[in-house]
């Protein structure tokens, strides 16, 4: 399956008003966590939190829901939370840990504890991994470079970064700047050429914004653990929900872009290996 296993798709968006405001879209991973933190079902959550560079993210334990909510809005550029897991178990001694992740970082999160080398303490104290969809990521130096060189603006005065409709976007001095992706081709991470998986296949619940109206997520609930607490969250009236059907571009497009992905990725690896280079594909 293009978009892997899962067990339904919605749309969806969080009903605080708070969330919404600064979330980057339907503000589902703030919501899901906060919630799961409020439930007692995770103790805290490793998220992309804020750091003294604006749009640089670093690893934060978040163990309220104001740090949750201070971590919200997509940052195009690495945030190693995988890295905060260990201190969130070893410094932070939490026995059940959630966390948001991009499909890579799943991949390295599963595989640990698949096979958890070094990392038997923590194989069983991941509760809730919300994925978020990526089709490439930027080292922080390149974004900066295009946003300067080509943008004509900085980090620094930006307000939210976007990309959509076929542009990266940023909003800076209230005014909105659209860059064409091809123009941002050759910044991406090299790695990024070779990745599968567009729709974090190995979440617990994955979502992003393609499929979905503005202000609105795309949501696949996968596992039963994920399942569960959505549903729950639906149900209480932090979330709430339409019919894929119902919206527009829906399913469609995000199965096309997955495929466009995996297509790729399968020819960047076969050229690779042709090649003689190691590729993990
Ligand atoms: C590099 C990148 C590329 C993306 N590409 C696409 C795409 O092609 N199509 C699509 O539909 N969606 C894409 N997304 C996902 C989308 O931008 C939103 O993150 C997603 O829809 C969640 O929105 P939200 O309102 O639910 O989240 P919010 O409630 O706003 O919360 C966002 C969460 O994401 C975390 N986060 C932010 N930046 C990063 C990061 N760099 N690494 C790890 N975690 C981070 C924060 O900790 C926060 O918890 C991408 C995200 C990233 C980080
Ligand atoms: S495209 Fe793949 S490798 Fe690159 S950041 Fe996104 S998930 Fe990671």
Redesign the pocket.
């Known amino acids: 399956m293009v978009l892997g296993t899962y067990k339904e798709a919605v749309s969806a968006r969080a009903t605080d008003k708070q ?1 919404q405001k ?10 899901l ?1 906060s919630y799961a933190l409020d439930e007692g079902i995770i103790e805290g959550a490793v ?3 804020p750091s003294e560079e604006l749009w640089k ?1 670093e690893p934060l334990v978040a163990m309220t829901s104001d740090e ?1 909510l201070s ?9 190693p ?1 995988v890295w905060a897991l260990k201190k969130a178990v070893r410094q932070y001694g939490l026995e059940k840990v959630g966390t ?3 499909p890579c ?1 799943l991949q390295g999160i599963r595989k640990t504890q698949s096979y958890p080398f070094g990392t038997r303490f923590l194989a069983d104290k991941l509760s809730l991994i919300v994925g ?6 930027f080292p922080f130096a390149s974004l900066e470079t295009f946003i300067s060189e080509k943008m004509k603006s900085s980090p620094e005065v930006t307000e939210k970064m976007d ?1 959509g409709k076929g542009k990266f976007w940023i909003n800076a001095l209230g005014e909105d700047i659209g860059l064409p992706l091809k123009e941002t081709h050759g910044y991406e991470q090299a790695g990024c050429n070779i990745c599968p998986d567009y729709t974090a296949e190995l979440a617990d619940v994955s ?4 499929g979905s109206p503005d202000g609105w ?2 949501v696949l609930k996968r596992t039963e653990a994920g399942i569960s607490i959505f549903d729950q969250a639906v149900e209480v009236g932090i979330i709430e929900t339409k019919s894929m059907d119902d919206v527009k571009p829906g399913l469609p497009l995000l199965e096309k872009l997955a495929q466009g992905k995996k297509d790729n990725a399968k020819k960047e690896s076969d050229s690779r290996r042709e090649l003689g280079l190691p590729v993990p594909f």
């Open positions: 969330i600064v979330s980057q879209d339907g503000g589902i991973v703030t919501a966590l998220v992309a939190g993210p949750i971590a919200a809005g997509t940052k195009y550029t690495f945030s939370n948001v992740a991009i970082q978020i969809f990526c089709m490439e990521n990309i979502t992003g914004s393609v997520s795309t």
